[in-house]
């Protein structure tokens, strides 16, 4: 995965199609902030968003290999992931993108929702207001409410995300997915892979299944 060549600038000259987008989703459960990243085939991401200084911020602080790094790693072995999960890459670089999140952007309980769709990665990352009460079970249980949101957003920004896919015909979604619970056929448990693992009371652990072919 690599990151466009505008990607600071995209979603800034964007700003008023993606905020019109996520505008009809975003009262739910509190919900501050909504962001869809899309990568191409050949691994090139961009990202859209209701609040664009929310990855420009983590870029512009030196975290983009970590960034990169947490995405390919968590989106590869889960179709649900919280932010906070990507201490199993590096605890320090994940307090540290946390904090900017919390104190300086007024954002918690970050999760991204996966897609893989015609070769094409799309994740829908969502986060609440600091204040917010709603719970991170309570989110783990509206799981297929956020995928359809987020489905509903990247439909409307499709003809946007075809300008900068020249070579690749990024996929309308036609047809809801509704989250299952379970990991790729072909993907194995993320700790199988990665030697550290997630702290103490890290995570909402969810009971994955691996799907049957």
Known sequence: MFLHTDILSIPYKHRYESSHAFESILNTDDLLHGTIIITNPVGEAIYFSNKPTVIYEIIQRGYEKF?????????AHYEFFWWKEANI????????????????????????LVRNIDDFLILYSFATDTNAKISESNIVNKINTYFALGDKVYNQLQPIIKLYNNKFSPPYIHKFKPFSGATS?????????????????????????????
């Open 67 to 75: 960034l990169i790094k947490s995405i390919e790693t968590l989106s």
């Open 89 to 112: 890459i590096n605890s320090s670089s994940t307090n540290s993108a946390l904090a900017i999140m919390q104190h300086i952007l007024g954002l918690s309980n970050g999760f991204v």
């Open 185 to 213: 056929p072909k993907r194995t448990h993320i700790e199988n892979n990665i030697n550290t693992k997630p702290t103490k009371n890290n995570v909402v652990v969810l009971p994955f299944v691996k799907k049957s072919n």
